[in-house]
Structure formats: structure tokens, C-alpha cells
């Protein structure tokens, strides 16, 4: 069964950190670029970082660029998202999704990880 499972969400303060991991299996993400979009209460749902399966290039939002970083680890079949520098308004769900080429058009995605929610807030 193909699955992708988000953790590491929950509460943080303005300004501080959180790391996402989102962890595949029945799939080998080794071919697969990864994504991360966030959804909003009330917001259309927003690519924010993607890495490709074939070189590792890496892509961000500008709203994001320079205070969140997307990485891999192919033998743990697992890509984490480490955000830093973090805003109220960023408060969403989060979701990881998988598809063979980069891309930040959520409707061309084969597949979706249930979301883990990030709130900030003090």
C-alpha cells in the first residue's frame, strides 16, 4: 500500500522552528519529487518547497525562500522540511506529496500524505 505520513507538526511560537518529516513506503522515493504545500483555513492550497528525485535540485516560494530548507534521505526513504523564522499567518495544514517530475501544481500530484497541522501562535 502506497502511503505518505507527515509528523512533526504542532504548536510554535512567532520566530521559532519546526521540523517536518514526511516518511514513504510501499514506494521508493528515490524517483519521486517531493513537495510541500500548506492549506489555510479558507485559502487555496500553496506549494511551498519541492525536491527533485533525479539531482536533489530544490525549489521554494518566495514568501519561504531563505528560512525554509527541504532535504532527503533516499535510505530512510524519508524528505524532511526544516522551517525556521516562523509567522502567524503561516499557520496551515501541511502536506507532502509525491509525483515523478518538481512541480508546485497541486492537481498533477499522484500522491498525498494525510497532513499534520502547524500552529503559530503565543
Known amino acids: 500500500q502506497v502511503q505518505l505520513v507527515e509528523s512533526g507538526g504542532g504548536l510554535v511560537q512567532p520566530g521559532g522552528s519546526l521540523r517536518l518529516s514526511c516518511a514513504a513506503s510501499?514506494?521508493?522515493?528515490?524517483?519521486?519529487?517531493i513537495s510541500w504545500f500548506r492549506q489555510a483555513p479558507g485559502k487555496e492550497r500553496e506549494g511551498v518547497s519541492c525536491?527533485?528525485?533525479?539531482?536533489?535540485?530544490?525549489y521554494y516560494a518566495d514568501s519561504v525562500k531563505g528560512r525554509f530548507t527541504i532535504s532527503r534521505d533516499n535510505a530512510k526513504n524519508t524528505v524532511y522540511r526544516q522551517m525556521n523564522s516562523l509567522k502567524p499567518e503561516e499557520t496551515a495544514v501541511y502536506y507532502c506529496?509525491?509525483?515523478?517530475?518538481?512541480?508546485?501544481?497541486?492537481?498533477?500530484?499522484?500522491?498525498w500524505g494525510q497532513g499534520t497541522q502547524v500552529t503559530v501562535s503565543t
Open positions: 525536491i527533485s528525485s533525479s539531482d536533489g535540485s530544490t
Open positions: 506529496a509525491g509525483r515523478r517530475g518538481p512541480s508546485f501544481d497541486y492537481s498533477l500530484y499522484e500522491y
Open positions: 510501499g514506494f521508493n522515493l528515490d524517483y519521486y519529487a
